[in-house]
Protein backbone atom coordinates (compact mmCIF):
# COMPACT_ATOMS: atom_id res chain seq x y z
CA UNK A 1 0.00 0.00 0.00
CA UNK A 2 0.97 3.98 0.01
CA UNK A 3 2.82 5.46 2.00
CA UNK A 4 1.66 9.13 1.37
CA UNK A 5 -1.02 9.89 -0.65
CA UNK A 6 -2.29 13.70 -1.01
CA UNK A 7 -4.21 15.76 -3.48
CA UNK A 8 -6.18 18.90 -4.37
CA UNK A 9 -9.48 19.76 -6.32
CA UNK A 10 -9.54 18.76 -9.08
CA UNK A 11 -7.89 15.89 -8.67
CA UNK A 12 -8.71 12.59 -6.41
CA UNK A 13 -6.58 9.46 -5.50
CA UNK A 14 -8.09 6.31 -4.42
CA UNK A 15 -6.52 2.93 -3.03
CA UNK A 16 -8.23 0.07 -4.46
CA UNK A 17 -6.71 -2.99 -2.56
CA UNK A 18 -5.19 -5.61 -5.60
CA UNK A 19 -4.93 -8.76 -4.89
CA UNK A 20 -1.50 -8.67 -5.11
CA UNK A 21 1.68 -6.59 -3.35
CA UNK A 22 1.50 -3.73 -5.61
CA UNK A 23 0.11 -0.54 -4.23
CA UNK A 24 -2.96 0.50 -6.42
CA UNK A 25 -3.71 4.32 -7.08
CA UNK A 26 -6.54 5.30 -9.57
CA UNK A 27 -6.90 8.90 -10.46
CA UNK A 28 -10.34 10.66 -10.77
CA UNK A 29 -11.45 14.08 -11.70
CA UNK A 30 -14.31 15.88 -10.73
CA UNK A 31 -17.32 15.84 -12.87
CA UNK A 32 -15.08 13.06 -14.99
CA UNK A 33 -12.88 15.18 -16.96
CA UNK A 34 -10.60 18.63 -17.44
CA UNK A 35 -12.37 22.27 -17.85
CA UNK A 36 -11.25 24.57 -19.13
CA UNK A 37 -8.02 26.41 -16.99
CA UNK A 38 -7.41 22.88 -14.86
CA UNK A 39 -3.66 21.97 -15.01
CA UNK A 40 -2.88 18.68 -12.73
CA UNK A 41 0.75 18.12 -11.41
CA UNK A 42 1.25 14.60 -9.94
CA UNK A 43 4.65 13.56 -8.14
CA UNK A 44 5.05 9.99 -7.74
CA UNK A 45 7.61 7.83 -5.79
CA UNK A 46 8.24 4.23 -5.93
CA UNK A 47 11.00 3.11 -3.39
CA UNK A 48 13.71 0.22 -3.52
CA UNK A 49 12.07 -3.12 -4.29
CA UNK A 50 7.93 -1.81 -4.69
CA UNK A 51 5.70 -2.04 -6.97
CA UNK A 52 2.90 0.49 -8.02
CA UNK A 53 0.23 1.07 -10.47
CA UNK A 54 -1.44 4.21 -11.48
CA UNK A 55 -4.19 4.10 -13.11
CA UNK A 56 -7.43 6.05 -13.99
CA UNK A 57 -11.42 5.58 -13.00
CA UNK A 58 -12.18 6.09 -17.08
CA UNK A 59 -11.91 7.75 -20.06
CA UNK A 60 -10.31 11.19 -18.96
CA UNK A 61 -12.57 13.65 -20.48
CA UNK A 62 -11.09 16.88 -21.79
CA UNK A 63 -14.12 19.67 -22.17
CA UNK A 64 -13.80 22.46 -24.35
CA UNK A 65 -11.10 24.88 -23.23
CA UNK A 66 -9.75 27.85 -25.25
CA UNK A 67 -7.54 28.88 -22.30
CA UNK A 68 -6.34 25.18 -22.33
CA UNK A 69 -5.93 22.20 -19.66
CA UNK A 70 -2.90 20.17 -18.86
CA UNK A 71 -1.55 17.15 -17.28
CA UNK A 72 2.39 16.51 -15.90
CA UNK A 73 3.16 13.40 -14.24
CA UNK A 74 6.79 13.47 -12.62
CA UNK A 75 7.76 9.64 -11.41
CA UNK A 76 11.11 8.51 -9.76
CA UNK A 77 11.40 4.96 -9.60
CA UNK A 78 14.19 3.17 -7.51
CA UNK A 79 16.25 0.35 -7.76
CA UNK A 80 14.56 -3.15 -8.40
CA UNK A 81 11.01 -1.05 -8.29
CA UNK A 82 7.80 -0.96 -11.05
CA UNK A 83 5.68 1.54 -11.68
CA UNK A 84 2.95 0.61 -14.67
CA UNK A 85 1.31 3.71 -15.59
CA UNK A 86 -2.17 2.54 -17.53
CA UNK A 87 -4.28 5.20 -17.85
CA UNK A 88 -7.43 4.68 -20.29
CA UNK A 89 -7.35 7.03 -23.21
CA UNK A 90 -7.42 10.67 -22.83
CA UNK A 91 -10.89 12.15 -24.96
CA UNK A 92 -10.90 15.36 -26.39
CA UNK A 93 -14.20 17.14 -27.47
CA UNK A 94 -14.65 19.81 -29.71
CA UNK A 95 -12.52 22.82 -28.77
CA UNK A 96 -10.18 21.35 -26.21
CA UNK A 97 -6.80 22.29 -25.64
CA UNK A 98 -5.01 19.73 -24.16
CA UNK A 99 -1.12 19.78 -23.00
CA UNK A 100 0.46 16.52 -21.34
CA UNK A 101 3.89 15.65 -20.09
CA UNK A 102 5.26 12.64 -18.92
CA UNK A 103 8.88 12.63 -16.98
CA UNK A 104 10.32 9.33 -15.56
CA UNK A 105 13.57 8.62 -14.04
CA UNK A 106 14.18 5.05 -13.39
CA UNK A 107 17.18 3.88 -11.52
CA UNK A 108 19.60 1.36 -13.47
CA UNK A 109 17.75 -1.45 -12.26
CA UNK A 110 13.99 -0.06 -12.48
CA UNK A 111 11.30 -0.97 -14.21
CA UNK A 112 8.23 0.61 -16.29
CA UNK A 113 5.42 -0.04 -18.06
CA UNK A 114 3.68 3.19 -19.38
CA UNK A 115 0.44 3.31 -21.91
CA UNK A 116 -0.71 6.88 -23.56
CA UNK A 117 -3.57 6.84 -25.32
CA UNK A 118 -5.59 9.51 -27.40
CA UNK A 119 -9.19 8.46 -28.94
CA UNK A 120 -10.54 10.90 -31.71
CA UNK A 121 -13.44 12.10 -28.94
CA UNK A 122 -17.20 11.89 -29.16
CA UNK A 123 -17.48 10.16 -32.60
CA UNK A 124 -21.19 9.31 -32.20
CA UNK A 125 -21.65 13.17 -31.98
CA UNK A 126 -19.80 14.35 -34.69
CA UNK A 127 -16.97 15.58 -33.12
CA UNK A 128 -14.14 13.32 -34.78
CA UNK A 129 -10.56 14.73 -34.11
CA UNK A 130 -12.00 18.33 -33.94
CA UNK A 131 -10.25 19.02 -30.64
CA UNK A 132 -8.27 22.60 -31.06
CA UNK A 133 -4.46 20.84 -29.86
CA UNK A 134 -3.35 18.01 -28.28
CA UNK A 135 0.33 17.92 -27.42
CA UNK A 136 1.52 14.94 -24.91
CA UNK A 137 5.38 14.62 -24.33
CA UNK A 138 7.31 11.82 -23.04
CA UNK A 139 11.11 11.80 -21.55
CA UNK A 140 12.36 8.63 -19.72
CA UNK A 141 15.52 8.24 -18.17
CA UNK A 142 17.72 5.68 -17.18
CA UNK A 143 20.53 5.88 -14.47
CA UNK A 144 20.75 9.20 -15.20
CA UNK A 145 20.72 8.75 -18.87
CA UNK A 146 17.80 9.75 -21.32
CA UNK A 147 16.46 6.41 -23.13
CA UNK A 148 13.43 8.53 -24.71
CA UNK A 149 11.97 11.31 -25.53
CA UNK A 150 9.29 11.68 -27.63
CA UNK A 151 5.93 13.53 -28.83
CA UNK A 152 2.89 13.31 -30.69
CA UNK A 153 1.26 16.32 -31.59
CA UNK A 154 -2.00 17.06 -33.19
CA UNK A 155 -3.44 20.64 -34.55
CA UNK A 156 -5.25 21.64 -37.03
CA UNK A 157 -2.67 24.61 -37.98
CA UNK A 158 -0.43 21.79 -39.31
CA UNK A 159 -3.38 20.19 -41.70
CA UNK A 160 -7.02 18.89 -40.80
CA UNK A 161 -6.70 16.19 -38.50
CA UNK A 162 -9.67 14.08 -39.57
CA UNK A 163 -8.29 13.69 -42.75
CA UNK A 164 -4.46 12.75 -41.44
CA UNK A 165 -5.69 10.26 -39.07
CA UNK A 166 -7.73 8.67 -41.95
CA UNK A 167 -10.01 5.98 -40.52
CA UNK A 168 -8.14 5.42 -37.14
CA UNK A 169 -9.97 5.87 -34.11
CA UNK A 170 -7.63 5.93 -31.43
CA UNK A 171 -4.08 6.25 -31.01
CA UNK A 172 -1.63 4.08 -28.43
CA UNK A 173 1.59 4.43 -27.36
CA UNK A 174 3.16 1.79 -24.71
CA UNK A 175 6.54 1.77 -23.69
CA UNK A 176 8.33 -1.06 -21.31
CA UNK A 177 11.67 -1.26 -19.37
CA UNK A 178 13.59 -2.89 -16.90
CA UNK A 179 14.33 -6.34 -15.55
CA UNK A 180 11.42 -6.95 -14.23
CA UNK A 181 9.18 -6.71 -17.21
CA UNK A 182 11.46 -7.93 -19.80
CA UNK A 183 9.27 -11.22 -21.04
CA UNK A 184 6.47 -8.11 -21.17
CA UNK A 185 9.31 -6.31 -23.96
CA UNK A 186 9.38 -9.46 -25.61
CA UNK A 187 5.83 -10.08 -26.15
CA UNK A 188 5.39 -6.56 -27.29
CA UNK A 189 7.80 -7.45 -30.07
CA UNK A 190 6.27 -10.53 -31.21
CA UNK A 191 3.38 -8.96 -31.58
CA UNK A 192 1.77 -10.63 -34.60
CA UNK A 193 1.31 -7.87 -37.85
CA UNK A 194 -2.43 -7.76 -39.30
CA UNK A 195 -2.42 -8.69 -42.86
CA UNK A 196 -5.26 -7.31 -45.46
CA UNK A 197 -4.72 -4.14 -46.87
CA UNK A 198 -6.55 -2.08 -44.34
CA UNK A 199 -6.16 -3.82 -41.18
CA UNK A 200 -8.53 -2.83 -37.98
CA UNK A 201 -4.85 -1.79 -36.39
CA UNK A 202 -1.31 -0.62 -37.52
CA UNK A 203 1.55 -1.53 -35.34
CA UNK A 204 5.20 -0.72 -34.84
CA UNK A 205 7.78 -1.71 -32.11
CA UNK A 206 10.55 -0.41 -32.11
CA UNK A 207 13.30 -1.50 -29.57
CA UNK A 208 14.92 0.66 -27.37
CA UNK A 209 17.34 -1.38 -25.23
CA UNK A 210 18.22 -4.73 -24.73
CA UNK A 211 14.98 -4.99 -22.08
CA UNK A 212 12.90 -2.24 -23.56
CA UNK A 213 10.61 -1.24 -26.22
CA UNK A 214 8.36 1.36 -27.63
CA UNK A 215 4.94 0.22 -29.18
CA UNK A 216 3.04 2.74 -31.57
CA UNK A 217 -0.72 2.16 -32.16
CA UNK A 218 -3.29 3.03 -34.74
CA UNK A 219 -6.06 1.77 -34.13
CA UNK A 220 -10.18 1.76 -36.10
CA UNK A 221 -11.71 1.70 -33.00
CA UNK A 222 -10.80 1.59 -28.61
CA UNK A 223 -12.23 -1.75 -28.63
CA UNK A 224 -9.51 -2.77 -31.21
CA UNK A 225 -6.77 -1.41 -29.74
CA UNK A 226 -7.10 -1.97 -26.45
CA UNK A 227 -7.60 -5.79 -27.72
CA UNK A 228 -3.93 -5.29 -28.65
CA UNK A 229 -2.79 -3.58 -25.61
CA UNK A 230 -4.08 -6.50 -23.35
CA UNK A 231 -2.38 -9.23 -25.48
CA UNK A 232 0.66 -7.42 -25.42
CA UNK A 233 0.65 -6.76 -21.33
CA UNK A 234 -0.85 -10.59 -21.06
CA UNK A 235 1.97 -11.19 -18.40
CA UNK A 236 0.99 -7.64 -16.30
CA UNK A 237 -1.03 -9.28 -13.75
CA UNK A 238 2.37 -12.09 -12.90
CA UNK A 239 4.55 -9.12 -12.24
CA UNK A 240 1.50 -7.18 -10.34
CA UNK A 241 -0.19 -9.76 -8.60
CA UNK A 242 -3.42 -9.08 -9.85
CA UNK A 243 -4.77 -8.20 -13.25
CA UNK A 244 -5.95 -4.53 -13.95
CA UNK A 245 -7.79 -4.99 -17.16
CA UNK A 246 -9.94 -7.92 -14.93
CA UNK A 247 -11.35 -4.63 -12.99
CA UNK A 248 -12.37 -2.55 -16.05
CA UNK A 249 -14.99 -3.41 -18.62
Known sequence: MAERLYATSPLRLLEPRGLGPAAWIVCATLGGGLVDGDGIALEVQVKEGASALLGTQASTKI???PGGTSQRLTAEVAEGALLAVLPDPVTCFEGARYTQET???????????????????????????????????????RAGVPLLTDALELDPAHGAVPGRMGRFEALYTLVVVGPRVAPIADDVLALPRPLGPRPDVLLSPSPL?????????????????????????????????????????
Open 63 to 65: YRS
Open 103 to 141: RVALAAGASLVLLDAVTAGRSSRGERWLFDRYLARITIE
Open 209 to 249: AADAVMLRLAARSVEAGTRVVRAALARIAQVLGDDPFAHTR
